[in-house]
């Protein structure tokens, strides 16, 4: 720091903050630490008695916090993504659409482990909002080594560590099994339910088709959906490993391709994902789908809707939070489930 006359503080970088009093109306920061003098800042200066004030000194190969910023947010920032203004060496990033948020979690990390920067961001492949934070980026103190700054830019790659996908317009065709249902002995639920959580993201369902379990049925209503335009085919019932539960098979049969008959999830073990023509997504739901607040589903969804294409490696992953504990008072996504 060097300290300076107030008059000539044009164009420098302030020390720490310096506090407005007015009787009655304010005690606060009227200019904050970093902040750059302009020459509409002397005589507000002068006016809460900084005759005199301490400055940056700038030094070669440093950077002001501010400057190291707008550096991070560089690293960060992508498509569908709005910043706040530069304070205090922090921004923030908004979504500007309802949409997918992947993050790069392995880069991210290695920044992060640089020490005197941050990145701070909500979960990977979780839904988010139009309006809604995604991340923050902040530089801890006031200048920071332009050295460092540019391994953090190295280790990026070039490649932004966020990435937005918006909704897509979706259509979508259930296929419901069970011989139980299709005798009317009890009432269908899992329709309802599916409908419900499709509404939340503006999905149109062509209909529901309810069969008994004949394999040949099954895979005829399911190829029938996708040749009407049908975006992704949601089949309830015939999940388990019953004899009588032939939707597995049934799928299998139209030639999709599975990439997996099972999920480390709880409520969804006996989740089936298959690709259609490689990118029409057929979902097996469990029967926990029809009766658990949470379960797979809810985790899966939102990345159909982004056309965000889900391998056994993903699924894989998500045995790490994907225990739901079911509680009274459920707080999705606002939990631990799936992340």
């Given at each position: ?47 809460i ?46 979504a ?19 020490g ?71 009432k ?27 394999p ?56 089936l ?60 996504p ?6």
């Amino acid at each position: 720091m060097k300290l300076i006359d107030a008059r000539d503080a044009v164009g420098h970088v302030l020390c720490h903050d310096l506090t407005q009093i007015i009787k009655g109306k304010t005690k606060d920061a009227v200019f904050r630490k970093g902040h750059v003098v302009i020459e509409e800042d002397i005589p507000v200066l002068l006016s809460i008695g900084k005759e005199h004030l301490y400055v940056w000194e700038k030094q070669e190969g440093m950077l002001h916090e501010n400057e190291a910023a707008e550096m991070l947010y560089g690293i960060c920032r992508n498509e569908y993504m709005s910043p706040t203004e530069v304070k205090e060496g922090k921004i923030e990033l908004i979504a500007e659409v309802d949409g997918l948020l992947k993050i790069d979690v392995d880069r991210m990390k290695k920044i992060n482990s640089l020490g005197e920067m941050m990145i701070a961001t909500r979960h990977s492949n979780f839904p988010v909002k139009k309006g809604d934070k995604l991340a923050g980026t902040r530089i801890i103190p006031l200048v920071i080594e332009a050295e460092k700054m540019d391994e953090a830019v190295r280790i990026a790659g070039g490649e932004q560590l966020m990435e937005l996908l918006p909704f897509r317009n979706k259509k979508a065709g259930i296929v419901t099994t069970g011989s139980e249902v299709f005798h009317g002995r009890i009432k269908d639920a899992f329709g309802p339910v599916i409908r419900e959580k499709l509404g939340e993201y503006g999905v149109e369902v062509l209909g529901q088709k309810i069969l008994e379990d004949d394999p040949d049925e099954i895979s005829k209503a399911i190829e029938g959906f996708i040749r009407s335009g049908a975006d992704m085919v949601i089949c309830t019932g015939g999940m388990s490993v019953d004899p009588d539960d032939t939707t597995p098979a049934a799928i299998k049969n139209t030639g999709a391709r599975i990439v997996s008959y099972g999920a480390p999830v709880l409520p969804g073990a006996m989740f089936l994902l298959a690709y259609h023509d490689g990118n029409v997504p057929i979902l097996g739901l469990p029967g926990c789908v029809m009766y658990s607040k949470r379960t797979i589903f809810d985790l899966v969804l939102p990345r159909v809707m982004a056309d965000d294409n889900i391998t056994i490696d993903d699924l894989a992953g998500l045995g790490h939070g994907g225990l739901c504990l079911s509680c009274k008072a459920c707080t999705f996504p606002n939990c631990g489930f799936g992340k």
